[in-house]
């Protein structure tokens, strides 16, 4: 078993949809929790980081952490075809000192469609 | 304000041989952590660099290496490259331990493929 769970999709909505994106995981050493967007032929891009749990809002963004069920979610509202692209979770332990170790979700292919 | 830059984009080499990858951390940064990405899957951790020593290292065999320069540059090498290490190879910076809520800043990586 994965440590970090993320369905791959594909998810496809229309321009305008609200879009629910989540990740799961068996590690309750996992503090630091992260979402990222990644375009095609980029590097991932920091969209979203989060050590607490409860929800963390940014523009059209809302990152929501339960440590409790072990469960995060990434909400954008109002999606635009610019959303396209594909988003990774990342978590990491709290201790780890200088590490940089963090593990990744599979990552969910996006596509909003005008 | 420069974000992270890697070197060269893209690299076709074949197996057996070595390669060498490089990185300069965004301005302002002082940690290098090496991650590889396959194709269709997330990245993985493959190590860190801070203060030019290896702080800790992920599960890749030790044909994997690398090293961090006074600047905080780094470079990747890999040797006797096998058909499977082709993947798009990431370097990401962040400043300090991670205790000090330094997010990983990436840059667009380098493209390897092994023929």
């Known amino acids: 078993q994965k440590e970090v769970e993320q369905d791959p999709g594909p998810l496809s909505v229309p321009e305008g949809a609200i879009v629910s994106l989540n990740c799961t995981y068996s590690?309750?050493?996992?503090?630091?929790f992260m979402w990222y967007r990644q375009y095609s032929r980029k590097g991932p891009e920091l969209l979203m980081y989060t050590y607490s749990s409860g929800n963390k809002e940014d523009g059209r963004f809302t990152a929501q952490v339960d440590k409790s069920s072990k469960y995060i979610s990434l909400f954008i509202r109002d999606s635009q075809p610019s959303d396209s692209a594909t988003y990774l979770c990342a978590m990491e332990p709290y201790g780890s000192g200088n590490t940089g170790k963090l593990i990744f979700g599979q990552g969910t292919t996006l596509q909003v469609k005008p | 304000d420069a974000g992270v830059t890697q070197s060269p984009t893209h690299l076709i080499k074949t197996r057996g041989q070595q390669v060498t990858l490089r990185c300069s951390p965004k301005?302002?940064?002082?940690?290098v952590s090496w991650y590889q990405q396959a194709l269709g899957q997330g990245p993985q951790f493959i190590f860190q660099y801070y203060e030019e020593e290896e702080r800790q290292r992920g599960n890749f065999p030790d044909r994997f290496s690398g090293h961090q320069f006074p600047n905080y540059s780094s470079e990747l090498n890999v040797n006797a490259l096998l058909l499977g290490d082709s993947a798009l190879y990431l370097c990401?910076?962040?400043?300090?331990?991670?205790?000090?809520?330094?997010?990983?800043?990436f840059g667009n990586g380098t493209r390897l493929t092994v023929t």
């Open positions: 590690n309750s050493a996992f503090q630091y």
């Open positions: 990401a910076s962040s400043l300090g331990p991670r205790g000090s809520n330094s997010p990983l800043h």
């Open positions: 301005s302002g940064h002082d940690t």
